[in-house]
């Protein structure tokens, strides 16, 4: 769990109305794949208002007070500006049940919607309408669906729509949000992510400059987790930061240049567009007493195998080129 300045508790609002589930969010900090095997993630809570007409549906829902007395279909049809109503009667159906329920006097908030639509429409009211859930580049590694993110209680995450798996998720100062769009906040959020990581590798604490140890540890078939994380660990402050291997690689002299050779800036491409960066499918253990790994990174059909030791030194690379179409 990484500890900030700033306190962020990562079981929010959101996590605690979606009881079920609170149990299986990753941890702050963390990087890399998760599921759940049963219930509802945020994410895919998340996932069922990937739609602007949905999204508008709540907010008619909410402009018309359906907290106080619940609100007629047609009421909601005239406040939504589609002009289809079967395709509105679509979209309400898939907000109906988590979201929202219906009864004979037509629709009502549920709780834990209530609560996850008022805390993602938290923003309107602090100019930060946008950052509520917005679309972001990019595909999902797992099933090639599309991206969204998300700012809550000062922590961003990026997920699949689809798969509802979450591909980073890690605090960022509210501060960061003010006058940004969110296609600025992203390229803002890369780098603040990319360089905390960074600069833990490189043994500075990104919290107080103090010490980092950092530790590789292999614990495989840990449920729904990576097999292969990276543990760092200040040894003044304690702060303490999870990650898959290959982001604590984007300064990599060796990494940097053969993408670069690709056409490809790694200090500015979304580090998450990278499966090797937010995963552990690119990560082989060659041994494990001492400890070595081998991360292959491809690209445009070239390969880059670089083997780590367990403090994370590389102690080997080789290109081999033209590897597959
Ligand atoms: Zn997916
Ligand atoms: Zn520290």
Redesign the pocket.
């Known amino acids: 769990m990484s500890r900030f300045g700033h306190e962020v508790d990562s079981e929010s609002e959101i996590d605690d109305d979606i009881e079920e589930n609170s149990q299986s969010l990753p941890e702050e900090g963390h990087l890399g794949t998760e599921f759940t095997d049963e219930g509802m993630l945020p994410a895919e809570a998340f996932s069922l208002l990937g739609s602007d007409t949905r999204i508008e549906i709540l907010q008619a829902m909410s402009a018309a007070n359906a907290d106080a007395s619940p609100v007629g279909f047609t009421e909601l049809f005239e406040r939504v500006d589609i002009e289809d109503s079967a395709n509105f009667n679509y979209h309400l159906q898939k907000l109906t049940g988590h979201f929202i329920k219906r009864s004979e006097d037509g629709y009502e908030f549920r709780h834990p919607g209530r609560k996850v639509v008022s805390s993602i429409f938290a923003g309107t009211l602090t100019d930060r309408t946008q950052l509520g859930f917005f679309p972001v580049d990019g595909d999902?590694h797992?099933?090639?669906?599309d991206l969204h993110g998300w700012y809550v209680d000062e922590v961003l995450t990026i997920a699949?729509v689809?798969?509802?798996?979450v591909l980073v998720r890690y605090p960022f100062p509210p501060g960061g949000i003010d006058e940004r769009t969110p296609a600025e906040l992203l390229q803002a959020f890369h780098h603040y992510v990319r360089h905390h990581y960074c600069m833990a590798a490189d043994g500075v604490c990104p919290e107080c400059t103090g010490s980092v140890d950092t530790e590789l540890v292999y614990e495989p078939a840990r449920d729904g987790r990576l097999d292969v994380i990276v543990e760092h660990t200040c040894q003044r402050c304690g702060y303490d930061l999870q990650s898959s291997v290959g982001v604590n690689l984007l300064d990599n002299a060796e990494v940097l240049m053969f993408h670069s050779e690709r056409g490809i800036d790694l200090s500015t491409e979304p580090f998450w567009h990278f499966e090797w960066c937010v995963s552990d499918e690119h990560t082989t253990v060659v041994s494990e007493d001492p400890l070595r790994l081998r991360i292959n990174i491809q690209c445009d059909g070239d390969e880059l195998r670089i083997v780590l030791d367990d403090s994370l030194s590389v102690i080997e690379t080789a290109r081999h080129e033209r590897l597959s179409y």
Do not use: K
Request: charge should be negative; include cysteine.
């Open positions: 999902c797992r099933c090639e669906g699949c689809d798969c509802a798996t």
